[in-house]
T-cell receptor, first 115, second 112 residues
Framework: KAGVTQTPRYLIKTRGQQVTLSCSPI?????VSWYQQTPGQGLQFLFE???????NKGNFPGRFSGRQFSNSRSEMNVSTLELGDSALYLCASSPESGAILNEQFFGPGTRLTVL | KQEVTQIPAALSVPEGENLVLNCSFT??????LQWFRQDPGKGLTSLLLIQSSQREQTSGRLNASLDKSSGRSTLYIAASQPGDSATYLC???????????FGAGTRLFVKA
């Protein structure tokens, strides 16, 4: 079974631009979560989607948004990029049947650099 | 608000030594706890998942325990090897929502 894939792997943007990151979960997994990892703040939860619905959201500004498609693939968007948005963005998928919360499997991440 | 702390922040041991990594959390209302390994610049690799009703899980040289009432988990690594060098993270999933809160990690270096 293929693992979680994320595209692109690397991105360089300038302040004020917007960016879209993509995540394809493991086949059959219905939940996708997004995380931001920085040296100063560590790993922080952004949001989680299950069956195309956002189930929970972390403490990030509205510039960070996401969505999930019917095939469970997910995208996250960051608008009006700031220097502080430079980070490794990680996506995780898990099987999750209804209320059963399972093991999370992570992708390799997208390294975003904002200049 | 859930807070997850990992001690020590960094650890250097000679090859072959047994070692224990610690993870503590402030809110015992958890659904599960998961241990991960992260190599520099890479994603996270799942090591062990412990459901809230379980006390421990084992995989090869790894053993993780969970004491929900005291808000603690330990990851025991037997006979450490240089290939075990990485950052180890614990993550707690609460019952009040579906957020996963991570600790800051323990950076492990195993000397050959």
């Amino acid at each position: 079974k293929a693992g979680v894939t994320q595209t692109p792997r690397y991105l360089i943007k300038t302040r004020g631009q917007q960016v879209t990151l993509s995540c394809s979960p493991i086949s059959g997994h219905r939940s996708v979560s997004w995380y931001q990892q920085t040296p100063g703040q560590g790993l922080q939860f952004l949001f989680e989607y299950f069956s195309e619905t956002q189930r929970n959201k972390g403490n990030f500004p509205g510039r960070f948004s996401g969505r999930q498609f019917s095939n469970s693939r997910s995208e996250m968007n960051v608008s009006t990029l700031e220097l502080g948005d430079s980070a490794l963005y990680l996506c995780a998928s898990s099987p999750e049947s209804g209320a059963i919360l399972n093991e999370q499997f992570f992708g390799p991440g997208t390294r975003l650099t904002v200049l | 608000k859930q807070e997850v702390t990992q001690i020590p922040a960094a650890l250097s041991v000679p090859e072959g030594e047994n070692l224990v990594l610690n993870c503590s959390f402030t809110d015992s209302a958890i659904y599960n706890l998961q241990w991960f390994r992260q190599d520099p610049g890479k994603g996270l690799t799942s090591l062990l998942l412990i459901q809230s009703s379980q006390r421990e899980q084992t995989s090869g040289r790894l053993n993780a325990s969970l004491d929900k009432s005291s808000g603690r988990s330990t990851l025991y690594i037997a006979a450490s090897q240089p290939g075990d060098s990485a950052t180890y993270l614990c993550a707690v999933r609460g019952t009040g929502g579906f957020k996963t809160i991570f600790g800051a990690g323990t950076r492990l270096f195993v000397k050959a």
